[in-house]
């Protein structure tokens, strides 16, 4: 599943995924992720919004009534997007820090080498993208924080702020 999703994948749709977010433009990232075809990525984006209800206007009743919009189960979503935001974090430092002579891709082999060898830098940048996007969305700071994309001292404040409110809500 993963290495078919990487043949997919590639970083710049998550690049410009992660600025939206930066950004705080979850809708234009829901549409970048469906015009790349990335229907997984834009249900883990959709996850990520709050649950809320509207006034609704009801044509047939000629009433209004209140609509639920949202991720009604957005606390087990946020559970699982903290645990495979773990994950990611985990397996990048496992595989890049830990075994400098060995790439990647020669340590996950498989019977189709070109493509693995091919996909090996690909691979490490959607990485961090990922797990940078997962961390964000769940607020997981201590992973957020030790991203290569949060360098400068504004992008710290930002993630900082946004894992704070966050929390708070």
């Not at 957005?74 to 890049?96: D, F, I």
């Not at 400068?152 to 702020?161: E, K, N, Q, R, T």
Request: glycine share 2%; aromatic share 12%; proline share 3%.
């Amino acid at each position: 599943l993963i290495q078919h999703r990487f043949r997919k994948l590639t970083p710049f749709p998550l690049q410009v995924i992660w600025q939206c977010i930066r950004s705080g433009q979850l809708d234009r990232a829901l549409e970048i992720a469906t015009q790349h075809n990335c229907f997984w990525l834009k249900a883990c984006l959709k996850g990520s919004i709050l649950e809320y209800y509207t006034s609704a206007y009801d044509p047939i009743e000629n009433s209004s009534c209140l609509e639920r919009k949202g991720n009604t189960n957005r606390a087990v979503w946020m559970k699982t997007c903290w645990k495979y935001a773990n994950q990611l974090h985990t397996s990048l430092k496992t595989n890049y820090t830990q075994q400098p002579s060995t790439p990647y891709y020669k340590s996950k082999q498989s019977t189709n080498t070109t493509s693995t060898t091919e996909y090996s830098n690909i691979n490490h940048d959607i990485a961090i993208l990922e797990y940078s996007l997962y961390s964000a969305l769940c607020c997981h700071y201590s992973i957020l924080k030790e991203s290569k994309l949060v360098q400068s001292w504004s992008d710290h404040l930002w993630a900082y702020i946004k894992c704070s409110h966050e929390r708070q809500i």
